[in-house]
């Protein structure tokens, strides 16, 4: 990246009493403590406590209408603009509670980015601009800084390659899996230090998903990276840790491998089994 990056930090470890957390001596990019999100006064998520460790991936499995994706966006302040929504509890990265009153929201969403199931790049601009957008907005207008992000942005997507002599195209002229990493590159050219993806492939074809999965291995040696899935899969493939969600409640929280091959608790192994979800 060119001198705009922003290097993860690493955060001091909090206390937390919290059985499902990780191995304690270990530090952490964010941290979501007792955190619960209610609609019209329904909790969806209750009372979760995680902490993501830098530069690696967590994946959150479970069956649908778990609160998989109602707890991602959280982190990302989503549920900002949904009038009947309400976060309780803390999201904190670098120390800081991106809840609190005096924080910026516009300031957060450049530190965490966010992909979505669905590709959605800006249908009347081209490739170039889709990359550009959150720059400008941002206020950067040095051509030679925007050109070098774009570059950047698109090798650390894995499209770079494919569109280097096409960057002026439209952006949904490029397949379903393009307009992904295309979607990826735009939310890494804001140089976030955190990243979530909801569902990221799964509108994808077995070969686009797999140049996704393979960009989310390569994204880890400089991102933190959060995602969901319905692939059990592709949990084992591309995570370090995985949490299992069930009804809004936080069953099992480890590294990948054992929840996968030892899960601790009795509703965990019947999913990871196959016998619901």
């Known amino acids: 990246m060119t001198a705009l990056s922003v290097k ?6 909090h206390a937390t ?6 191995v304690d001596s270990e530090k952490y990019k964010m941290i979501a403590e007792n955190v619960t999100i209610r609609y019209d006064g329904i909790a969806a998520v209750k009372n979760i406590t995680m902490k993501f460790k830098e530069r690696s991936v967590t994946a959150l499995i479970g069956p649908s209408g778990c609160g998989k994706t109602t707890f991602l966006r959280c982190l990302n302040r989503m549920h900002d603009m949904t009038k009947n929504a309400k976060v309780e509890g803390k999201v904190m990265i670098d120390n800081i509670d991106l809840y609190d009153k005096s924080i910026d ?9 966010m992909v979505f199931q669905k590709p959605n790049p800006f249908p009347t601009m081209s490739i170039y601009d889709n990359v550009t957008a959150g720059l400008k907005l941002n206020g950067v ?8 992000i774009v570059e950047d942005s698109l090798k650390m997507a894995y499209l770079w390659d494919e569109v280097k002599n096409d960057l002026n195209k439209s952006a949904i002229e490029l397949s379903g899996g393009q307009q992904q990493r295309l979607c990826i590159a735009r939310a890494l ?7 979530l993806m909801d569902e990221p492939a799964s509108a994808l074809d077995p070969i686009a998903t797999q140049k996704i999965e393979e960009t989310i291995t390569e994204l880890k040696k400089e991102y933190t990276i959060i995602i969901v899935t319905h692939n059990m899969q592709q949990a084992v493939r591309v995570s370090d840790y995985t949490g299992f969600m069930y009804l809004g409640d936080l069953i099992e929280f480890r590294e990948t491998k054992k929840l996968f091959t030892d899960p601790k608790n009795e ?3 019947k999913y990871v089994q196959g016998q619901f979800g």
Do not use: C, F, M, W
């Open 189 to 195: 050219a804001i140089q976030p230090e955190v990243l």
């Open 105 to 113: 929201p516009i300031y957060h969403r450049r530190k965490v980015g």
């Open 17 to 22: 009493s919290n059985p499902q957390s990780v």
């Open 267 to 269: 509703l965990t192994a």
């Open 8 to 13: 993860p930090t690493n955060i001091e470890e």
């Open 141 to 148: 207008r040095d051509k030679k800084i925007l050109n070098e």
